[in-house]
């Protein structure tokens, strides 16, 4: 059974700097395409950023590019969301997403699997 924990939400001033964490039970995070969505109050679910299985290209959605980094740890079977200078427009539910059932090469995949998610809000 596959099981994604999502971590490290919380309350982060703008400008600040905040580390995401995903855990992932029965699934080995570097043979799958892993990633993060968020959904923002009243808006809807969005993607953020994904790091391939092979050889770790990532993937950026436009408004987090240069701010926020997606990296995983084999050896902890983590996936992680470094987000640097956040602003009061990242604030959203989390997600953490693993096993990619589609490729880029038609647009955002779709994952398999997905976390609980985790709040993050980022105060002016």
């Known amino acids: 059974q596959v099981q994604l924990v999502e971590s490290g939400g919380g309350l982060v001033q703008a400008g600040g700097s905040l580390r995401l964490s995903c855990a992932a039970a029965g699934l080995t995070c570097s043979r799958y395409a892993m990633g993060w969505f968020r959904q923002a109050p009243g808006k809807e679910r969005e993607f953020v950023a994904s790091?391939?299985?092979?050889?770790?290209?990532?993937y950026y959605a436009d408004p987090v590019k240069g701010g926020f980094t997606i990296s995983r740890d084999t050896a902890k079977s983590t996936v992680y969301l470094q987000m640097n200078s956040p602003k009061p427009e990242d604030t959203a539910v989390y997600y953490c997403v693993g096993d990619a059932m589609t490729t880029w090469n038609i647009g955002i995949p779709h994952f398999r699997y997905w976390g609980q998610g985790t709040l993050v809000t980022v105060s002016e």
């Open positions: 790091i391939e299985r092979s050889g770790g290209r990532t």
